[in-house]
């Protein structure tokens, strides 16, 4: 890795102390953490980092927790530093699992605030990129107060209110929808026994982007974790509640520093799962025959999904019966398994050559959900434009007609942004 890919940062405090490192959420920069530095810094060595492409931080982006978690890893390599506590806010905690499941025998301890083991859906995430590649962050960095406080704290904190709208807009709009992507594709909730470390779980009592139940599902599914809920907080609690979370980090790192003192834990054990062969395995159905699911059926549904969409999927699979069921299998299989899953040709060209062939076919019905697809794939709407315009000349002008009277209405539910979008896809034809 070169150093141009590890993560910009800054360490506070005495040379010689016990590391604390601390993760910023998504849209925020090493700043979230002012606050709790006086304090910290008394008892440890504290490091802060920025995510790629917000704050100062060059615009090398990343598209995994583990990605991240493997920068982080490779600063701390840099600086001559083997054990550390964690603290992360919301997309800075899943990075703090991610260490603790990566690199076990160099975490001591573990706070995790405002996170949870999945963050909303995939297709949130996803959807939030597109909107940002059309209108920018603006949109996103306007709805921030809402998200990240509650409604006092925001008419109070004028000031912060308007820094915190910044920090989201001044950030490199392709690693924040890098990031969204790594959040809809985070899911640790099989792994979270495997965390072998002391971890305190925070949460804001009014935070409803990641609330309290999600904190609860953590310490659930964590052995060693403890729970605290913090009055008056809303998602970015450290910002808005800086003197009861700098309090409750002090007694955790404290405490659990001192209890890992005799030397670091053992690594947790890692279970690989059995291969599955590529021959397939039965599964019982309806009780009258097994169907054959395959590694390319599975790779399938998983590319299907993040194409298409969650809902849209399972919409298509819930009207599935015996009669379509082969069928269903089949789209899965060959066209998501066998074809989208290669790489010789990448997903923006791949939905480039979808929308041209649906159009020059008429299937419009399937154009709308490939739209979709293709702004998910990140197209732009501009770009999509100009393949229509292409199929004019060699499709025909009233099939091109008719394909952009689909494109736009999809692009504009599409782009529009969340706080102003209502329920939509309802009446769309499900698409393969």
Same mark, same amino acid.
């Given at each position: 890795?070169?150093?141009?890919?590890?993560?910009?940062?800054?360490?506070?405090?005495?040379?010689?102390?016990?590391?604390?490192?601390?993760?910023?959420?998504?849209?925020? #920069?090493?700043?979230?953490?002012?606050?709790?530095?006086?304090?910290?810094?008394?008892?440890?060595?504290?490091?802060?980092?920025?995510?790629?492409?917000?704050?100062?931080?060059?615009?090398?982006?990343?598209?995994? !927790?583990? +990605?991240?978690?493997?920068?982080?890893?490779?600063?701390?390599?840099?600086?001559?530093?083997?054990?550390?506590?964690?603290?992360?806010?919301?997309?800075?905690?899943?990075?703090?699992?991610?260490? +603790?499941?990566?690199?076990?025998?160099?975490?001591?301890?573990?706070?995790?605030?405002?996170?949870?083991?999945?963050f909303a859906t995939p297709d949130s995430w996803r959807?939030?990129?597109?909107?940002?590649?059309?209108?920018?962050?603006?949109?996103?960095?306007?709805?921030?107060?809402?998200?990240?406080?509650?409604?006092?704290?925001?008419?109070?904190?004028?000031?912060?209110?308007?820094?915190? *709208?910044?920090?989201?807009? #001044?950030?490199?709009?392709?690693?924040?929808?890098?990031?969204?992507?790594?959040?809809?594709?985070?899911? *640790?909730?099989?792994?979270?026994?495997?965390?072998?470390?002391?971890?305190? !779980?925070?949460?804001?009592?009014?935070?409803?982007?990641?609330?309290?139940?999600?904190?609860?599902?953590?310490?659930?599914?964590i052995p060693d974790a403890r729970l605290a809920i913090?009055?008056?907080?809303?998602?970015?609690?450290?910002?808005?509640?800086?003197?009861? *979370?700098?309090?409750?980090?002090?007694?955790?790192?404290?405490? #659990?520093?001192?209890?890992?003192?005799?030397?670091?834990?053992?690594?947790?054990?890692?279970?690989?799962? *059995?291969?599955?062969?590529?021959?397939?395995?039965?599964?019982?159905?309806?009780?009258?025959?097994?169907?054959?699911?395959?590694?390319?059926?599975?790779?399938?549904?998983?590319?299907?999904?993040?194409?298409?969409?969650?809902?849209?999927?399972?919409?298509?699979?819930?009207?599935?019966?015996?009669?379509?069921?082969?069928?269903?299998?089949?789209?899965?299989?060959?066209?998501?398994?066998?074809?989208?899953?290669?790489?010789?040709?990448?997903?923006?060209?791949?939905?480039?050559?979808?929308?041209?062939?649906?159009?020059?076919?008429?299937?419009?019905?399937?154009?709308?959900?490939?739209?979709?697809?293709?702004?998910?794939?990140?197209?732009?709407?501009?770009?999509?434009?100009?393949?229509?315009?292409?199929?004019?000349?060699?499709?025909?002008?009233?099939?091109?007609?008719?394909?952009?009277?689909?494109?736009?209405?999809?692009?504009?539910?599409?782009?529009?942004?969340?706080?102003?979008?209502?329920?939509?896809?309802?009446?769309?034809?499900h698409g393969n």
């Amino acid at each position: 890795m070169t150093p141009a890919q590890t993560l910009q940062h800054r360490t506070d405090g005495p040379d010689n102390a016990p590391v604390l490192v601390l993760g910023p959420s998504l849209g925020t #920069t090493w700043h979230m953490w002012d606050r709790q530095i006086p304090e910290l810094t008394r008892n440890w060595r504290v490091l802060r980092f920025d995510l790629p492409g917000h704050g100062g931080s060059p615009a090398y982006s990343a598209d995994s !927790v583990d +990605a991240f978690a493997e920068r982080l890893l490779a600063t701390l390599d840099r600086l001559g530093i083997e054990r550390f506590g964690y603290a992360g806010c919301s997309l800075g905690g899943a990075i703090g699992v991610q260490l +603790a499941l990566r690199a076990p025998e160099r975490v001591t301890s573990l706070a995790l605030i405002s996170s949870s083991p999945r963050f909303a859906t995939p297709d949130s995430w996803r959807q939030r990129g597109v909107v940002i590649r059309t209108n920018g962050l603006d949109p996103i960095a306007r709805t921030t107060p809402e998200r990240w406080f509650t409604p006092g704290f925001a008419a109070a904190q004028p000031a912060i209110v308007e820094w915190a *709208v910044q920090m989201v807009r #001044t950030t490199d709009p392709g690693c924040y929808i890098a990031a969204c992507e790594a959040l809809a594709s985070f899911d *640790v909730r099989e792994s979270l026994d495997r965390i072998g470390v002391g971890t305190l !779980v925070v949460a804001g009592a009014e935070d409803e982007t990641t609330p309290p139940a999600e904190a609860r599902a953590l310490v659930a599914g964590i052995p060693d974790a403890r729970l605290a809920i913090v009055p008056g907080a809303s998602h970015l609690t450290p910002v808005e509640q800086p003197g009861a *979370v700098t309090d409750l980090l002090i007694r955790h790192f404290t405490t #659990t520093w001192q209890e890992s003192a005799a030397g670091p834990p053992a690594p947790a054990p890692v279970i690989s799962p *059995v291969p599955q062969q590529a021959s397939a395995v039965a599964e019982l159905e309806s009780g009258e025959r097994a169907a054959l699911r395959t590694d390319a059926y599975d790779a399938g549904m998983k590319v299907r999904r993040e194409v298409l969409g969650d809902a849209h999927v399972d919409r298509s699979l819930e009207e599935t019966d015996d009669f379509t069921e082969d069928f269903q299998n089949f789209i899965t299989r060959y066209a998501w398994g066998e074809v989208w899953t290669r790489t010789s040709v990448d997903r923006r060209t791949r939905s480039v050559i979808s929308l041209t062939a649906l159009v020059a076919r008429g299937h419009y019905d399937e154009l709308a959900s490939h739209v979709r697809a293709a702004l998910r794939n990140g197209l732009t709407p501009e770009e999509i434009k100009e393949v229509l315009l292409q199929t004019a000349v060699y499709c025909g002008v009233p099939a091109a007609g008719s394909a952009f009277a689909v494109a736009q209405r999809v692009i504009r539910e599409e782009t529009t942004p969340e706080d102003r979008r209502g329920a939509r896809e309802d009446n769309e034809p499900h698409g393969n």
